[in-house]
């Protein structure tokens, strides 16, 4: 994500994303992050993060030389720390999207991610299968099958930065 939605970094910079390096699947998603963003020729470097101090001395030193932005994968470490990171991208005036609602309701810009009460519906499903007598082993790996896309108009104002309104259209939420 960069100053504008169109995605206008400066040449040689690149967004940074925070994940945790301890994380396969958050390995993976950053990951794929970097192939999608590679198509609209967008660099994804990721930021190192241990604990909260390594994430904001990273954010920090990154947010000093950029014109881009961040993104945060799922992972326990980014939901540990998500006050600190949307405090620093605040402070920075760095543009971010986040794994999942709460983060926009929260302050951020832009959160996209599978939507928390349907995966629990499938939890749920679940559950009803194994006390029918079914093996946990037995039943298949799920993965979302519906996402979220929410918008938070009021950090998109502070930040200089202009939403189209085809985006807008298709948030699932959008904080004005």
């Known amino acids: 994500m960069a100053r504008t939605a169109q995605g206008d970094c400066s040449q040689g910079d690149a967004c940074r994303g925070i994940r945790d390096p ?33 994430i904001e001395r990273t954010v920090t030193e990154f947010a000093r030389g950029s014109n881009c932005g961040l993104i945060a994968v799922a992972s326990p ?5 998500s006050n600190l990171i949307l405090s ?7 543009p971010a999207t986040y794994p999942w609602r709460s983060f926009v309701t929260a302050g951020g810009l832009i959160g996209y991610g599978p939507d928390a009460i ?14 029918k007598g079914e093996k946990p082993a037995d039943l298949p790996v799920q993965a979302p099958t519906k996402y979220e896309l929410a918008i938070n108009l009021k950090t998109a104002k502070a930040l200089g930065i202009e939403v189209p309104p085809t985006l807008i259209a298709r948030a699932d939420e959008v904080i004005e």
């Open 118 to 131: 349907d995966a629990h519906r499938q939890a749920a499903g679940y559950v009803d299968r194994i006390l």
């Open 22 to 54: 301890t994380v396969t699947a958050s390995i993976g998603q950053l990951a794929a992050i970097q192939s999608a963003a590679r198509l609209s020729r967008v660099e994804v470097i990721p930021l190192g993060g241990q604990d909260s101090k390594d």
């Open 88 to 94: 620093l991208a605040a402070r920075h005036r760095l």
């Open 77 to 81: 470490l980014i939901n540990i720390n």
